[in-house]
């Protein structure tokens, strides 16, 4: 079986159409059925992956030219040239890209894209999305091991809605660099959830909220192991008045490595009646573990609600004893506080994707297995 | 199962170097309903938490037998199995972690390998004890504790005493933060569990108000002072404190006031650079 079929089936992800990124670029439109064992790859008229080029469920992908520098330099996250020192690699922003436009029209229903990035891509991967008004899509990027960058530029239109699932697939160690910028209409939201559980990682996002009524969730479970490294940078820019926000990030770090979270919730002037919210927590299950959470509000409106709370820690003392008391020894208690420590932001992809069941179950079963050491 | 008892001799302890119990003396047994009042401070929950072997706290002297095996040499999860329970004050809450999951992990926790429980009795046996309690159904599948209201995280503590079957329970405060409806329901559960199980479960409840001992009726009533037992006796010794509180008590045990309150000030002193 080839890996990418093994991801697919892992993630319970094998029937649902999705496009493929490997070391041939775009080298694949994955079809709906599951493929038999006999005949391969069903073909799918619909699609052609010689020219890239698809139409179907309420989706068109076409290939585009690769953005200009300066285009592609607004996804240089901030303060770069810092993070390259500490990140101790180089941050290939304007390097060249394959680009792709997506759209994704209403259907009447959650159009759910699997997209799976995988091997050595010959490039950075560029992907533009729009949600034309009242679409509503999943798209669960799943990278395996690959390290060119990936860059995503999102247009929600009013009233759309996308979920957007970054999985670092388990098992698979490579470094990843992640950087998205999105632009929320009226009354639309983007809700995302990354899942980093091996690798190194630098992710960043920024969501500017332009529409009155849009809303941006963020949440982020990072499983940092001995000597690797994982960054969150999102910034969220509430441009017009009553928008939402909601970082929720946690994090748990092995001896020696390091994790951050920094989260920038920014009101602009006349943004008034929104809310910005952030929480940002690392447990460190070692002195050497190493975190950094920064939950940074910048606010310049008075008629707003905003919250912030970050926080670096050991273990909880007292829920240890809570779970001892009831007969679980202390290693099982361990366990379940570490793993229930990183459940919520499953739990929650879950519960705003349900096709996605599957894919949280093994998940889980990946964060039990990595706890119980 | 045989009936099981718990012999508590002479025990003292302290926290942060501090002397807190100076000496208790009690035993439970098998079909027994103890309950120990006192003012507030005094050290009921410290026996409590020193029993089931809370880290913070010190045994200085004297034993626990539960059984006759020292339970003060046990780690904490090994007294939870051989037995001993604590509905705790204030319990913990923990994220991401759902009650149900966790309720199966700790009836595993007591059972042989070979014999754990399938998801399907478990589910059985945990939706019969909610709806005893009459508790939200919803409860199970949230996460253990979190944004319970206090009454909520009580109903739960015997929840979870129901599924677990102690052998002794001590039961901290169960009744604080219960409305009248929920005082009822979880007194006739209490009280209903132990007439079940009979012999095979001690119950020693930690309570400051009679109410509560009218849907438990006690067999003996032990008062804490000042980290002593300075009183024992029946349901009648609880509805006498009701009535006249406590100063009647201390000055017969020749006792001065609370030293908790001197304390904290003390401390504030110990501190400045005199
Ligand atoms: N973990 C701790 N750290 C510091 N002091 C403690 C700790 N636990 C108990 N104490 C102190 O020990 C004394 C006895 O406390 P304990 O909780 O046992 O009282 P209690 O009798 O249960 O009171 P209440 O009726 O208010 O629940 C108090 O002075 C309390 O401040
Ligand atoms: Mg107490």
Redesign the interface.
């Known amino acids: 079986m080839r890996n990418i079929d093994k991801i697919r089936t892992s993630l319970g992800l094998d029937n649902i159409y999705g496009l493929y990124f490997s070391h041939k670029g775009l080298s694949s439109l994955l079809p709906l059925q599951r493929p038999d064992s006999q005949t391969g790859l069903a073909a799918d008229s619909k699609c052609d992956p010689l020219t890239g080029s698809c139409q179907r469920d309420g989706m068109s992908l076409e290939p585009i030219a690769s953005p200009e520098p300066e285009a592609l330099a607004l996804f240089r996250p901030v303060e770069i040239e810092q993070k390259k020192k500490e990140l101790n690699r180089p941050l290939p922003v304007d390097c060249e890209t394959q680009a792709y436009r997506l759209r994704i029209s209403p259907v009447g229903h959650q159009v759910n894209l699997p997209v799976f990035m995988a091997g050595e891509r010959p490039a950075a991967t560029y992907l533009d999305i729009t949600l034309e008004s009242d679409a509503e899509a999943a798209i669960t990027l799943v990278t395996a091991k690959t390290e060119e960058p990936i860059f995503l530029n999102i247009n929600l239109e009013a009233n759309s809605r996308l979920d957007l699932n970054v999985i670092k697939m388990p098992g698979y160690i490579s470094w990843q660099l992640l950087s998205y910028r999105a632009a929320v209409g009226d009354g639309a939201s983007l809700r995302q959830h990354s899942v980093n559980l091996d690798s190194s990682a630098y992710q960043a996002g920024q969501v500017f909220l332009r529409g009155e009524g849009a809303e941006a969730r963020t949440q982020t479970a990072a499983f940092v192991n001995s000597f690797e490294s994982q960054r969150f940078d999102m910034t969220i820019r509430h441009e017009v008045p009553h928008t939402v926000s909601d970082m929720f990030n946690h994090g748990v770090i092995l001896a020696d490595g390091f994790g951050c979270f920094a989260g920038r919730g920014v009101i602009v002037k006349g943004a008034f009646g929104s809310k910005a919210e952030q929480d940002s927590r690392f447990l460190a299950l070692d002195p050497t573990a190493r975190a950094e959470a920064y939950p940074v509000l910048i606010i310049d409106e008075y008629d707003v609600e905003a919250g912030h709370a970050g926080s670096v820690g050991q273990m909880?003392?007292?829920?240890l004893?809570?779970?001892?008391?009831?007969?679980?020894?202390?290693e099982?208690?361990h366990s379940?506080?570490t793993?229930?420590?990183?459940?919520?932001i499953l739990?929650d992809m879950g519960r705003c994707v349900p096709a996605l069941q599957k894919t949280v179950a093994y998940l889980q079963q990946r964060v039990i297995e990595k706890v119980s050491l | 199962m045989s009936r099981p008892v718990l012999e508590i001799k002479n025990l003292s302890c302290s926290v942060d170097n501090k002397e807190i119990l100076h000496g208790i003396d009690l035993t439970v047994r098998g079909g027994e309903i103890h309950v120990i009042m006192g003012p507030n401070g005094t050290g009921k929950s410290t026996l409590a938490s020193t029993l089931?072997?809370?880290?913070s706290y010190q045994v200085n002297g004297g034993q626990a037998l539960l059984n006759d095996e020292d339970l003060l040499a046990m780690?904490?999860?090994e007294?939870?199995?051989k037995g001993l329970?604590?509905a705790?004050q204030y319990?913990?809450?923990?994220?991401?972690?759902t009650n149900a999951d966790?309720m199966r992990?700790?009836m595993n926790?007591?059972l042989p390998a070979d014999h754990q429980i399938g998801v399907f009795p478990f589910r059985k046996a945990l939706n019969q004890a909610v709806t005893e309690l009459e508790m939200d159904p919803s409860l199970p599948d949230r996460?253990l504790n979190e944004g319970f209201s206090g009454g909520e995280k009580k109903r739960n503590e015997i929840l979870?005493m129901k599924l677990?079957k102690p052998a002794i329970a001590i039961l901290d405060e169960i009744d604080s933060g219960l409305d009248i409806d929920a005082l009822r329901i979880v007194g006739q559960n209490v009280t209903q569990m132990a007439q079940a199980r009979g012999e095979e479960m001690g119950l020693l409840l930690i309570t400051h108000y009679q109410r509560l001992l009218d849907y438990i009726v006690p067999d003996y009533v032990h008062v804490i002072m000042n980290g002593r037992v300075v009183r024992t006796g029946d349901k009648e010794l609880a509805e006498k404190l009701e009535r006249d509180g406590y100063e009647w008590l201390r000055q017969e045990a020749g006792l001065e006031a609370e030293p908790a309150d001197a304390a904290p000030a003390a401390d504030l002193l110990s501190g400045l650079p005199l």
């Open positions: 909880d003392a007292e829920a004893f809570y779970l001892q008391s009831r007969g679980l020894t202390l099982e208690a379940l506080i793993a229930g420590y990183l459940f919520p739990h | 089931m072997g809370h880290p780690p904490v999860d007294r939870a199995r329970f604590l705790m319990p913990a809450e923990i994220q991401g972690v966790f992990t700790a926790a007591k996460y979870q677990l």
